[in-house]
Nanobody, 127 residues
């Protein structure tokens, strides 16, 4: 059984930082596409950041470029989202996801391309 478990969410003031973690079991992330998404109630799920297949490229939503960084640790079969200069507009439930398919290109992650999902972690940025 594939499981993705997020951690690291919480409440932070605007301008602060958080690091989200996603621990994966039952699926090896090395060389596979991995991503972070977020969802705000009443809005569509937004692809935030991803590594494409072979982890040879990282892509970001325009809204987070220069502030968020995706990284991975294959030895721990985990990946991360470092979020800096947080803004109230970043408030959302954040989800990690992984794909068993081939994903290339330069676009931010698209939710329909991902097979496995975490349960989500709340990030709240106060002004």
């Amino acid at each position: 059984e594939v499981q993705l478990v997020e951690s690291g969410g919480g409440l932070v003031q605007a301008g602060g930082s958080l690091r989200l973690s996603c621990a994966v079991s039952g699926f090896t992330i090395d060389q596979e596409p991995i991503a972070w998404f977020r969802r705000v109630p009443g809005k569509e799920r937004e692809g935030v950041a991803c590594f494409t297949s072979s982890h040879d490229r990282s892509n970001y939503a325009d809204s987070v470029k220069g502030r968020f960084t995706i990284s991975s640790d294959n030895a721990k079969n985990s990946f991360y989202l470092q979020m800096n200069s947080l803004e109230p507009e970043d408030t959302a439930v954040y989800y990690c996801a992984a794909s068993s398919g081939l994903i290339t290109g330069t676009t931010p992650p698209r939710w329909w391309e991902y097979d496995y999902w975490g349960q989500g972690t709340q990030v709240t940025v106060s002004s």
